[in-house]
T-cell receptor
Framework: NAGVTQTPKFQVLKTGQSMTLQCAQDMNHNSMYWYRQDPGMGLRLIYYSASEGTTDKGEVPNGYNVSRLNKREFSLRLESAAPSQTSVYFC??????????????FGPGTRLTVL | AQSVAQPEDQVNVAEGNPLTVKCTYSVSGNPYLFWYVQYPNRGLQFLLKYITGDNLVKGSYGFEAEFNKSQTSFHLKKPSALVSDSALYFCAVTSPRSSASKIIFGSGTRLSIRP
């Protein structure tokens, strides 16, 4: 049981390049999330998927797209990277029990630098 | 709209003293409240949560938090701080009424425990 896994761990891009961040969870959770973490800003929600087949915008969706490939996988794509997207990106999943099992679990993060 | 406020960017405490990390929230309906801890270069780890029931919630590593509905607060506490408690702490909120299960995080509080 690996929990939430993310690839890659580190990435350096040039402005205008594209890339996809991968996330997978093996806990059979319905909901998955992408956050970015910037100094002094805490965690900001980029996109989320409440269940397989649905995706919705969070607080800071501009410049990103997502795909909920199946129940396990939720990818984040940067079509044309910008220096403002330099950040640490976290994927999370959550069992929407609404009760004792309702907890969000995080991956280890991807540190992205855009030059 | 949901929101979380962590009014202190940093909290400094001497080892062995009690610590408090403050959190206030705004949400429609009954809140689900969470505390997470982040160690350097790591993802977020779940500490504890309030869903319903007893207002005093006990979590990992000797931490506890008290839900106060009238003050809309969920402060994190520990009776005796350890140097190893030094980390970044995040409060988060959601509710059963939340649109498709969004969880909103505070900006984080850096806890520093001096020997």
């Amino acid at each position: 049981n690996a929990g939430v896994t993310q690839t890659p761990k580190f990435q350096v891009l040039k402005t205008g390049q594209s890339m996809t961040l991968q996330c997978a969870q093996d806990m059979n959770h319905n909901s998955m999330y992408w956050y970015r973490q910037d100094p002094g800003m805490g965690l900001r929600l980029i996109y989320y998927s409440a269940s397989e087949g649905t995706t919705d915008k969070g607080e800071v969706p501009n410049g990103y797209n997502v795909s909920r490939l199946n129940k396990r996988e939720f990818s984040l794509r940067l079509e044309s990277a910008a220096p403002s997207q330099t950040s640490v990106y976290f994927c999370a999943s959550r069992d929407l029990g609404g009760g004792p099992t309702d907890t969000q679990y995080f991956g280890p993060g991807t540190r992205l630098t855009v030059l | 709209a949901q929101s979380v406020a962590q009014p202190e960017d940093q909290v400094n405490v001497a080892e062995g003293n009690p610590l408090t990390v403050k959190c206030t929230y705004s949400v429609s309906g009954n809140p689900y409240l969470f505390w997470y801890v982040q160690y350097p270069n790591r993802g977020l780890q779940f500490l504890l949560k309030y869903i319903t029931g007893d207002n005093l919630v006990k979590g990992s590593y000797g931490f506890e938090a008290e839900f106060n509905k009238s003050q809309t607060s969920f402060h994190l506490k520990k009776p005796s701080a350890l140097v190893s408690d030094s980390a970044l702490y995040f409060c988060a909120v959601t509710s059963p009424r939340s649109s498709a299960s969004k969880i909103i995080f505070g900006s984080g509080t850096r806890l520093s425990i001096r020997p």
